[in-house]
């Protein structure tokens, strides 16, 4: 075997090792059949997309998406620097980091990425993160209303291009914030989203 056939079947060998320990997190499945709509529910709180109504962006990156969320149960909205960052849901704003100027693919610079954490009513937290320089229009002990405008997005932080990076979290029975799937309101219908595709917001 060449050092060149070496190297590769090594690498070929973490990807797969990486792939296994992704598919041991304990919701990946259940999330993965509810974006495709293998199982059907109803229930959960429905929440606006994160942007402007009557705008669109694209869902770049979902759900345990393989390129950096392996093993996170969050999305990523394709934006440009500067665009205007809605609130998914009612809450009260109770973080806020906003003098981060730096950002790109080195882990170096995750301690740089702006963001606001607002918790919602029912407990859960939504964290709208990468948001630019200054970017947060909300500050702690604020009350936010769903579709309020609250921030800038931008690239501060671990992140390759401008982007929103979005998640909610919920408090489980021991006391720890676990991610979580959530819908969304979109012309498409009330849905969990996919990758790769672009998404309307709307008011119903």
């Known amino acids: 075997m060449t050092c060149k056939q070496y190297l590769l079947l090594n690498f070929l060998i973490a990807l797969l090792l990486v792939g296994c320990s992704a598919s041991k ?11 495709k709509g293998i199982v059907k529910e109803d229930t959960s709180y429905a929440y606006n997309l994160p942007y402007a109504y ?6 770049v990156q ?8 392996k093993n996170r149960a969050a ?3 394709k934006m440009k620097s500067g665009t205007a960052v809605h609130a998914a849901r009612n809450g009260i704003v109770t973080r806020v980091k906003e003098d981060g100027s730096k950002g ?3 882990k170096k610079y995750r301690s740089e990425g702006n963001f606001i954490i607002i918790q919602h009513p029912d407990g859960s937290r939504a964290g709208y993160w990468h948001l630019q320089h200054n970017g947060a229009l909300v500050n702690v002990g604020d009350t936010v209303l769903q579709g309020q405008h609250i921030g ?3 690239k501060t932080g671990f992140a390759l291009f401008p982007h929103l990076h979005f998640l909610v979290w919920r408090n489980d029975a021991r006391g720890q914030w676990i991610p979580t ?5 979109t012309s498409k219908g009330i849905i969990y989203l996919r990758p790769f595709r672009k998404y309307r917001n709307i008011h119903i």
């Open 75 to 77: 999305l990523d909205f």
């Open 62 to 69: 979902g759900y345990f998406s393989r390129y950096s969320h």
């Open 104 to 106: 790109g693919w080195n």
């Open 181 to 185: 799937a959530t819908r969304f309101i």
């Open 152 to 154: 800038l997005s931008g």
């Open 54 to 59: 009557n705008t669109s962006h694209r869902l």
């Open 25 to 35: 997190y304990p919701f990946r499945t259940q999330i993965k059949q509810l974006q």
